[in-house]
């Protein structure tokens, strides 16, 4: 008998290479939340173990917040009769440009060390990365924000250490890195990351800033919570819109990365 003719090509050993960057893997809520929050938290954990290994953030946010602390204590201090009338403006004022520092860092750490392009290659939706590294900037800013607090108690002898002034930190610190965030991720593949941020972002804040320092001079002055609530209410309604809308625009950033 003849040998039968093989007419079936073997099939080709390699396929066209796959554009993973423009076509990033589908991770969303894959698994249940529970493993999304798991893929979040890996994100966390990876910016505080480096922050743990290198102290270059909190570190560089703390000095930063003590010395504008002091030095605006010693510019007000022989023209201001009372620490009540500068001491809400200094506290926020200071929360912003400090948390600048640390959300530069944010994304600015991976691309200097070349681990920025890993991250997005991943196997995880972009949104846990997002989230990942928001929680982790909160961490960071919120705890420079109670050194700053515990700096001003003792330079300008007020006890900004009261409920309803933490939480009005606390709203107006989860805006910040929400936004702050987002806009650190625009800015990350820029050489001039670090004056174009403050730029885009501090603009954007002007409804946290405006909140935040009513809330913290309404506590001083004793103001009840009905004189209080509305500027609550704008710190919650900041925060829900642009969290959201971060949320949904991060993705984008990456499209073409």
Same mark, same amino acid.
């Given at each position: 008998?003849g040998?039968? *003719?093989?007419?079936a090509?073997?099939p080709? %050993?390699?396929?066209?290479p796959?554009?993973? /960057?423009a076509?990033?893997?589908?991770?969303?809520l894959?698994?249940?939340?529970?493993a999304?929050?798991?893929?979040? /938290? +890996?994100?966390l954990?990876?910016d505080v173990r480096a922050?743990?290994?290198?102290?270059?953030?909190?570190?560089?946010?703390?000095?930063f917040?003590?010395l *504008?602390? %002091? !030095?605006?204590g010693?510019a007000?201090d %022989?023209r201001?009769? =009372?620490?009540?009338m500068?001491?809400?403006?200094?506290?926020w004022?200071?929360?912003?440009?400090?948390?600048?520092l640390g959300?530069n860092?944010?994304?600015g750490a991976?691309?200097?060390?070349?681990? %920025?392009?890993?991250?997005?290659?991943a196997p &995880?939706? =972009?949104?846990?990365i997002?989230?990942?590294?928001?929680?982790a900037?909160?961490?960071?800013?919120? /705890?420079?924000?109670?050194?700053?607090?515990a700096?001003?108690f003792?330079?300008f002898?007020?006890?900004?250490?009261?409920?309803y002034n #933490?939480? /009005?930190?606390l709203?107006? &610190?989860?805006?910040? &890195?929400?936004v702050?965030t987002?806009?650190?991720?625009?800015?990350?593949?820029?050489?001039?990351?670090?004056?174009?941020?403050? @730029?885009?972002?501090?603009?954007v804040m002007?409804?946290?800033?405006?909140?935040?320092v009513a #809330?913290?001079?309404?506590?001083?002055d004793?103001? *009840? $919570?009905?004189?209080?609530s509305? $500027?609550?209410? @704008?710190?919650? +309604?900041?925060?829900?819109i642009? !969290?959201?809308?971060?949320? #949904?625009?991060?993705? #984008? @950033? $990456?499209?073409?990365a």
């Open positions: 008998m040998k039968k *003719a093989l007419s090509e073997p080709p %050993l390699h396929s066209a796959i554009d993973l /960057a076509h990033p893997i589908a991770m969303r894959n698994g249940g939340i529970l999304y929050l798991g893929k979040v /938290a +890996a994100v954990l990876k922050e743990l290994r290198g102290r270059e953030i909190f570190s560089t946010m703390t000095a917040s003590v *504008a602390v %002091l !030095i605006f010693m007000f %022989l201001v009769p =009372r620490a009540e500068i001491a809400p403006g200094v506290l004022v200071v929360v912003l440009f400090t948390g600048v959300l860092r944010s994304f991976e691309v200097d060390r070349g681990t %920025l392009p890993s991250l997005l290659l &995880v939706d =972009r949104s846990a997002y989230f990942g590294k928001m929680l900037n909160l961490i960071f800013t919120l /705890a420079t924000a109670l050194v700053i607090l700096v001003m003792f330079i002898d007020l006890n900004l250490f009261q409920p #933490l939480a /009005a930190m709203l107006g &610190v989860i805006g910040y &890195v929400g702050g987002l806009f650190a991720a625009l800015t990350a593949n820029s050489r001039a990351r670090e004056t174009l941020l403050p @730029i885009l972002l501090l603009p002007v409804p946290v800033f405006v909140s935040g #809330l913290t001079a309404g506590v001083l004793g103001k *009840a $919570w009905e004189d209080l509305q $500027w609550f209410g @704008i710190l919650a +309604a900041f925060d829900a642009f !969290i959201v809308v971060a949320y #949904l625009l991060f993705d #984008l @950033i $990456w499209e073409d």
